[in-house]
């Protein structure tokens, strides 16, 4: 169940008084790394934002820090102060967690150096970083490949919709990469794709979602965020299944959700984690992929008899070979 960030912050930190962060603030452990994670949407979203406070909710677990969360961090007038009071309090780790995020870290990171920080975004971030801040993004091409190609392994299916958030680079490199899976295991599948332009504006997913379920579509792909709330929402409601909807949706993605590709940030993170207590932090750029679990594929769901009995073996060979890197795809980014 999830908790209310009230909540959550009282059971984080305490009673202690507020801070001109506007959150309790913590008695921090010697032995513990002090972490700040601004994240541009809300932690309970079930998808981007969720997964991040996951990953640094078991960090503490472990031991290895203590933390403070920053929500709704979209808006870089908002961020950069933010950010500067994170610094100028001797956070030995400051985590902006998504492209919203990435031009505050770095405008800020340049006047303390001795603060290490994290960005993310698309692939030309790598070529951006300073000496105290590392970089992190996704293998594009692996989460919208491997989603097409489910998606066209499903029975009887011949419209297939697509509902991305902004036209964003990396967005557009996903959903390409859908499309080049889906014409590998159903060429002859129409593609039915709309953008809504927000993250995480569920209402506008509903939207989308019923527009492309008007034309014909039969099963709907999300490439992710918040808005695959509202895709499970109309989906459940006109009575198809859907693609890539990451979290638990209100309760209906079990039963309108095939399988998605999921993030997994804990790895990137605990590499920050360790980086900075080695004391060679910076300049380096992660790519979460399924060789390093930072991509993990779902369990199949079988609900409904579009799903093959035999879909999840074979989608795990696939999931092989990609870890491996004896099957590559393409550069979708650049495409």
């Known amino acids: 169940m999830l908790l209310s960030r009230r909540t959550l912050l009282a059971g984080l930190f305490g009673t202690a008084s507020a ?20 994240t541009p949407g809300l932690i309970n979203d079930g998808s981007f ?12 677990g472990q031991g290895l820090i203590a933390y403070q969360v920053r929500e709704k961090m979209r808006d870089p007038a908002s961020s950069e102060p933010i950010i500067r009071q994170y610094a100028s309090q001797h956070y030995d780790l400051i985590i902006g ?25 698309g692939p030309d971030l790598a070529g951006k970083l300073l000496a105290n801040v590392d970089g992190w993004t996704y293998d594009f091409a692996q ?21 991305g958030g902004p036209q964003l680079p ?7 990469g859908f499309k080049a899976g889906l014409a590998e295991t159903n060429p002859k599948a129409q593609v039915l794709e709309v953008f809504t332009g927000s993250f995480d504006d569920v209402q506008k997913a509903v939207e989308a979602t019923r527009g492309l379920i008007g034309q014909g579509a039969e099963v709907v792909w999300t490439s992710g965020d918040g808005i695959g709330n509202g895709v499970a929402a ?16 209100g309760g209906l993605a079990k039963k309108v959700n095939i399988a998605s590709v999921e993030l997994d940030m804990y ?8 980086a900075v207590n080695a004391g060679d932090f910076g300049k380096r750029f992660f790519v979460s992929g399924l060789a390093n679990k930072g991509l993990v594929l779902s369990r199949v769901n079988h609900v409904g008899k579009i799903v093959p009995p035999h879909l999840e073996k074979e989608v795990g060979q696939l999931v092989a070979a990609l ?11 650049g495409k």
């Open 19 to 38: 801070t001109a962060l506007g959150v309790s603030s913590p008695v921090w452990s010697a032995a513990r790394l002090k972490v700040a994670l601004l």
């Open 49 to 60: 934002n969720q997964v991040a406070f996951e990953a640094v909710q078991k960090l503490k």
């Open 97 to 121: 967690h998504g492209i919203e995020l990435s031009e505050p870290i770095l405008n800020v990171a340049k006047d303390f150096p001795k603060n290490h920080f994290s960005a993310s975004g």
């Open 143 to 163: 989460q919208g490949y491997l989603s097409g190609w489910v998606a066209g392994k499903l029975v009887g299916i011949t419209k297939v919709g697509l509902i």
């Open 170 to 176: 990396f967005i557009l490199a996903s959903h390409k």
């Open 234 to 249: 109309a989906a459940n409601q006109a009575h198809i299944y859907t693609l890539g909807v990451t979290g638990s949706a």
């Open 267 to 274: 790895p990137t993170f605990r590499a920050y984690v360790d």
């Open 323 to 333: 870890a491996s890197g004896k099957k590559t795809l393409p550069d979708f980014y």
